[in-house]
């Protein structure tokens, strides 16, 4: 049963614009919320993360945003680079570091100079 | 070590035969974590260990599926008589314990073939 729903599968953005992957969860017990993102032969990274107590979070290029009543939380990348070009996972959890992580299907982001 | 290690980076398997895959966690961590990749997938949760004890097998696919942490630190991952639905990335992942999370570190992983 997957509790972690992504889309899009894939995205073509252009250099400069703002690439959005959208993620919706069904467990309410989950309350972190991880953005990972994989290159080729690499294993998946962290890039960004959230809990459900503020609605955004932004580190540099990267934001998330979290809309707990809807279980919807979203990555949005501005100024997207070729070097963004990457697999992204939004995944899901429990508070503590002894829970496993449940992830999306992961959207391959490809990005066009 | 600066990172999650992983042996054999590849490795193909004729069906029937067992494999041991291996997982060097950074040192200190308490937390290590299998994950089964397939093709075009996000990872599945295998199994967690919390030092040498397995307190999660839930993820593991068969019991084909074994896997074991001795001394608290390297894990190995072993498929008996493997199948063509083996084939998959298995990606190991560490993590410090006793807090919030803040995020697993992963290895390469290793892909297996089964032919």
């Known amino acids: 049963q997957q509790q972690v729903k992504q889309s899009p599968q894939s995205l073509i953005v252009q250099k400069g614009g703002i690439s959005i992957i959208n993620c919706a969860y069904e467990?309410?017990?989950?309350?972190?919320f991880p953005w990972y993102q994989q290159f080729p032969g690499k294993g998946p990274a962290l890039l960004i993360a959230?809990?459900?107590?503020?609605s955004e979070k932004k580190e540099g290029r990267f934001t998330i945003s979290f809309n707990k009543s809807a279980k919807q939380f979203s990555l949005h990348i501005m100024d997207s680079q070729p070097g963004d070009s990457a697999t992204y996972f939004c995944?899901?959890?429990?508070?503590?570091?002894?829970?496993?992580?449940?992830f999306g299907t992961g959207t391959r982001l490809q990005v066009f100079p | 070590g600066a990172g999650v290690s992983q042996s054999p980076r590849y490795k193909v398997a004729k069906r029937g035969q067992d494999v041991a895959l291996r997982c060097d966690p950074i040192?200190?961590?308490?937390?290590l974590f299998w994950y089964q990749q397939a093709l075009g997938q996000g990872p599945e949760f295998l199994t967690y260990?919390?030092?040498?004890?397995?307190?999660?097998k839930s993820g593991l696919p068969s019991d084909r599926f074994f896997a074991e942490r001795p001394e608290g630190s390297v894990s190995t991952l072993k498929i008996q008589r493997t199948q063509q639905e083996d084939s998959a990335v298995y990606l190991c992942?560490?993590?410090?314990?006793?807090?919030?999370?803040?995020?697993?570190?992963f290895g390469s992983g290793t892909r297996l073939t089964v032919v």
């Open positions: 995944a899901a959890s429990k508070s503590y570091n002894t829970d496993k992580l449940i």
């Open positions: 992942a560490s993590s410090q314990t006793g807090g919030l999370n803040y995020g697993y570190t």
């Open positions: 040192s200190g961590h308490v937390s």
């Open positions: 467990n309410t017990a989950f309350d972190y």
């Open positions: 959230i809990r459900p107590d503020v």
């Open positions: 260990f919390q030092n040498e004890a397995q307190l999660d």
